[in-house]
């Protein structure tokens, strides 16, 4: 393997489950067909990252070792054959790699299918592009393809605050529909300033919010973005006959009967297949052009957590994660 500067980029390796992640020089990748290489700028440290690391998330079928990280933003280098999307110097994002055997973002370069991508939009840093494609994703896929959100519905999105939840009340208001959305008492102001409706999930029960919000007859969409018993407080909240329940953490054992007396349906998210299967890639890079499309309307802007990492301190960003110390989404410098 050839060690000219030019051929090699700086990466960090999980080399092995539960121990700290490992920055290493190694072998600049080059863009198959239908590729491009995409000069790393930011990638965002997701949940799954950290579990992944920790031996933990077995459904990402993420084999060590490893280059980890789903989500970046930066600008394209090299293009591969067949690919007319993108042309050089272009600045793009998407949810590219970290799993299913596939290169992640925590390095200098990837090379992502061009059909994952979408470009950047021109009001977000690169900081800001790398935070939203997991999150994004995860709920237009819900909202959107799933439940087909729309004007004149009232919603309810569990953990209205977090990554995923504070983009499905966004996505959901900007649809047209009556955004409520639980969360601490901590986190009320933050869903406030995103429009919704808050919720204190501690010192207010299902029936409670209920009968205060929907009188009783329950909510049009409830999504879960929280899993385990919330799940469960999802399928009672749901209206009757049409009422719609999304989880993207619906992995446990539930009793489908609260929601079965309701007449009530739900959908499971994945946002993961495309990785894992190669089906829906195109998709994926359709979902970020219509997150690229709402931030540019000023219907979108991601909340970032304060601390700044580079690519050296990735350990002390995914030890933040992990603790989930952060408010907003942890990003990493990588440029």
């Not at 973002?105 to 939009?121: F, G, M, N, S, V």
């Not at 996505?171 to 409520?180: E, L, Q």
């Not at 301190?313 to 990493?332: C, D, H, L, P």
């Amino acid at each position: 393997m050839s060690t000219h500067p030019l051929n090699t980029m700086r990466a960090a390796v999980a080399v092995e489950y539960q121990q700290p992640l490992d920055v290493q020089t190694l072998q600049k990748p080059s863009p198959a067909a239908g590729q491009v290489l995409v000069r790393v700028m930011a990638s965002a440290v997701n949940p799954l990252d950290t579990k992944i690391s920790a031996g933990k998330g077995g459904h990402a079928r993420q084999s060590l070792p490893a280059v980890l990280g789903m989500d970046m933003a930066g600008v394209v280098e090299q293009v591969g054959s067949g690919v007319t999307a993108f042309a050089v110097g272009d600045e793009v994002y998407g949810m590219a790699g970290g799993i299913g055997g596939h290169q992640g973002a925590l390095a200098q370069y990837i090379a992502a299918d061009a059909e994952l991508l979408a470009r950047k939009p021109n009001n977000l840093s690169m900081r800001e592009a790398a935070a939203l494609p997991l999150i994004f994703i995860t709920a237009w896929e819900g909202l959107v393809d799933r439940a087909n959100v729309r004007s004149g519905q009232k919603v309810l999105i569990h953990g209205g605050a977090g990554g995923v939840g504070h983009v499905a009340v966004q996505i959901a208001k900007a649809r047209g529909a009556d955004v409520f959305a639980t969360g601490s008492a901590h986190s009320r102001a933050a869903i406030e300033r995103l429009g919704a409706t808050a919720i204190d999930y501690r010192s207010s029960s299902v029936d409670d919010y209920m009968a205060l919000h929907t009188s009783g007859e329950g909510f049009d969409i409830v999504y879960d973005t929280v899993g385990g018993s919330t799940l469960d407080a999802s399928f009672a909240a749901a209206k009757i006959y049409t009422g719609h329940v999304l989880s993207c953490l619906g992995w446990g054992d539930h009793a489908l009967a609260p929601l079965s007396f309701r007449g009530a349906t739900y959908s499971g998210v994945f946002t993961l297949l495309p990785l894992l299967t190669g089906k829906g890639r195109k998709h994926h890079g359709e979902i970020m052009a219509e997150a690229t499309r709402m931030a540019e309307a000023g219907q979108l802007r991601v909340l970032l957590d304060e601390q700044r990492f580079t690519l050296a301190e990735v350990n002390q960003a995914y030890e933040r994660v992990s603790r989930a110390g952060n408010q907003g989404k942890v990003v990493i410098d990588i440029a």
